[in-house]
C-alpha cells in the first residue's frame, strides 16, 4: 500500500480528497492529516509518508514554508492550490507535479500514476521550487529536466537549442552534453520564451544569445555557436529576421 499524509487547513477539502482517493486510488491508504503548517511538521516528524498532499495557502502559512523546515524529503510531494499563476510556472520549471483546485480526478490518478512508475528521490527538485518561489519574479535560473533514469537540474544559460523528437525533447547544452527528455517542445517553449528562446521551426527552440549567424541561402537557417545549423521555417523567417535585428 501508497501510505498518504494530507496538509490541507480546508476540512472539507481533505474529505473529499479522501473520498477521491478512496475510490480512484485504492493502494492509497491515508495514515495521517493536519490543518497546517504547524500541525504538518510536527506529524511529518512522527510518521514516514510514501506520498505528501500539500495545500499551498493556509491560515498559519504556505506549504513553502513547511518545505523551509523539513531538512530532507524522503517522500512525493504533490501540491495542491488554487490558480496560482507565479507557483504554477515555479511547479513547472522544478518538474513537480501540482493539482489545482477543485482536484481533478483524472489529474489526481495522473499524478499517482507518475509516481508509482517512477518513485524518484525529488530532494533536488523541492530545492529548485523553493529557490525559483524565494527569488520572487526574478528570471528563474535552473530547470529540472527528467530522462528516463534521473532527474537533472540543469543552467538554462547553458541550453544552446531544443530538439522536438516526437513526444520528447533533445537538450544540447555549451559543454556539448545532451539530454533526451521526456516532456514535449511546446512544454518547454512555453517556460523559456521569455528568457531569450525563440520557436524558429516546429522542430526548434533556441537559445538567441548562442545565435551565430542567419544564413539566408538553402531556405534560411541559423548557425549557432556550437557550429550546429538549425532550419527556419519559411512562415517563421520574418519574425527571426526582426528578431535578430532587435538583439
Known amino acids: ?13 481533505r474529505i ?25 511538521a510536527k506529524l511529518l516528524r512522527t510518521l514516514q509518508p510514501d506520498i505528501l498532499f500539500l495545500d499551498i495557502q493556509m491560515q498559519d502559512g504556505s506549504g513553502f514554508d513547511l518545505l523551509d ?20 510556472k515555479a511547479f513547472r520549471y522544478a518538474a513537480i507535479d501540482y493539482l489545482l483546485k477543485p482536484v481533478d480526478p483524472d489529474e489526481l490518478t495522473a499524478s499517482l500514476t507518475k509516481f508509482r512508475e517512477q518513485k524518484l528521490n525529488e530532494n533536488e527538485k523541492y530545492k529548485l521550487l523553493n529557490e525559483s518561489l524565494k527569488n520572487n519574479h526574478r528570471p528563474h535560473e535552473r530547470l529540472a529536466l527528467h530522462t528516463q533514469d534521473k532527474i537533472h537540474i540543469v543552467n538554462i544559460t547553458d541550453i544552446i537549442r531544443c530538439e522536438s523528437n516526437i513526444n520528447y525533447t533533445e537538450f544540447y547544452f555549451s559543454n556539448a552534453k545532451k539530454l533526451l527528455v521526456t ?65
Do not use: W
Request: with cysteine; glycine share 6%; aromatic share 8%.
Open 1 to 13: 500500500m501508497i501510505k498518504a499524509i494530507i496538509i490541507d487547513d480546508i476540512e472539507q477539502a
Open 69 to 88: 523546515i523539513l531538512k530532507d524529503i524522503p517522500y512525493k510531494i504533490i501540491f495542491i492550490t488554487a490558480s496560482d499563476a507565479y507557483a504554477i
Open 16 to 40: 473529499t480528497l479522501k473520498k477521491d482517493l478512496q475510490v480512484y486510488a485504492k493502494d492509497v491508504t491515508i495514515i495521517g492529516e493536519a490543518n497546517g503548517v504547524v500541525e504538518g
Open 183 to 247: 516532456r514535449t517542445l511546446k512544454d518547454f517553449e512555453d517556460m523559456l520564451s521569455d528568457q531569450g528562446f525563440y520557436r524558429v521551426h516546429q522542430s526548434h527552440l533556441v537559445n538567441t544569445k548562442f545565435i551565430r549567424e542567419f544564413i539566408k541561402t538553402d531556405g534560411g537557417y541559423l548557425l549557432m555557436n556550437d557550429g550546429c545549423s538549425v532550419p527556419v521555417s519559411t512562415r517563421k523567417r520574418p519574425e527571426v529576421i526582426k528578431m535578430l535585428e532587435e538583439l
